[in-house]
């Protein structure tokens, strides 16, 4: 039976990559047929009305047009904000220009090969986004029966949490890098704003990083070795729960005589079954939450164990 369910996975992963690759070709294809189809179409005449930083203000001549509000013969005004800038530089008021399926000539470009990259990498996350959680769904029911599994599985939910946060805030500390070299408006201040801003975001993303990478063997990582091989070195275990936008994300933190901290990130996993997981194997922790156990962690670690079942 889970062999034959294995096999089923399989053939849906692989036929959602074939489903996303076709649709990548047939929007890559159709729009590189519009494309085509405006350079190949006659097109209307126009003239400039005006070229400012964020495009060309034209209209089209258009004689007989039921737009054609004061009867003589032109159409307008519309803006066109994907001019190219080699088109802005050299474009006058008064310039005659050619509108084809709604564009200025001078406008038209093929669609790069970078767009498809673009459309597939958004379809794969959509995908991703429904067979992910179903995925993470089956293999946490299939860890349930084991708590070294269940553990072990929990370790691999923190390790692919940090990932995609660090991806996340990578991704943004890039975009605000960047945006000076395209924008030149913010000034000497506003460039050192942004390019700081950014290098915090890529620092924490790379802090998000390095912590992921701690756990690139699961059954290595810090927080499995202290479980398995030193549980009465763990003094101290409770549940943070924070929330995003109305969404609860939840966190374990494991305390250890010496003051170290280690964590699962759990996202919105329930964290209810790692933590009996965790009574099971740790029966001399300390479990629960307080202010008076925070503050007496912090000042005396060694003395956590016999002094916190008090507070």
């Not at 039976?1 to 399989?10: F, G, L, T």
């Not at 050299?90 to 406008?107: D, F, M």
């Amino acid at each position: 039976m889970v062999v034959v369910s294995s096999i089923a996975m399989a053939i849906l992963k692989s036929l959602i990559g074939v489903l996303i690759t076709a649709a990548c070709l047939i929007a890559y294809l159709a729009m590189t047929s519009e494309y085509d189809d405006a350079l190949a179409s006659e097109g209307k005449p126009g003239r400039v009305l005006e070229v400012t930083e964020d495009g060309v203000r034209y209209e089209i001549h258009d004689p007989g047009s039921p737009w054609d509000d004061d009867g003589d013969g032109w159409v307008g005004p519309y803006t066109d904000e994907d001019a190219p800038e080699s088109a802005l530089a050299t474009l006058r008021p008064g310039n005659p220009v050619t509108i084809k399926k709604g564009q200025l000539e001078v406008s038209l470009s093929r669609p790069s090969p970078l767009l498809l990259f673009g459309v597939f990498f958004g379809l794969l996350i959509a995908a991703w986004a429904f067979i992910g959680p179903m995925l993470e769904r089956r293999a946490l029911e299939d860890a349930q029966s084991d708590p070294i599994r269940l553990i072990t599985f929990m370790v691999k939910k923190t390790r692919n949490t940090q990932i995609i946060a660090g991806a996340i805030t990578l991704l943004m500390g890039l975009g605000i890098v960047v945006v000076p070299f395209f924008d030149d408006s913010a000034g000497t201040g506003g460039l050192i704003f942004l390019v700081a801003l950014g290098a915090v975001a890529i620092l924490a993303a790379l802090f998000m990083f390095s912590k992921a990478w701690t756990l690139r063997d699961p059954s290595r990582a810090p927080v499995m070795r202290a479980i398995l091989e030193q549980p009465q070195r763990i003094c101290w275990v409770y549940q943070f729960t924070h929330e995003v936008n109305g969404v609860p994300n939840y966190h374990i933190f494991v305390h250890l005589e010496d003051g170290k901290k280690l964590e699962f990130s759990l996202a919105q996993i329930d964290p209810s079954s790692l933590l009996m997981a965790l009574k099971e194997r740790l029966p001399h922790a300390i479990f629960g939450y307080s202010a008076e156990r925070q503050q007496l962690f912090a000042r005396a670690p060694a003395d956590f164990r016999s002094q916190a079942p008090t507070l």
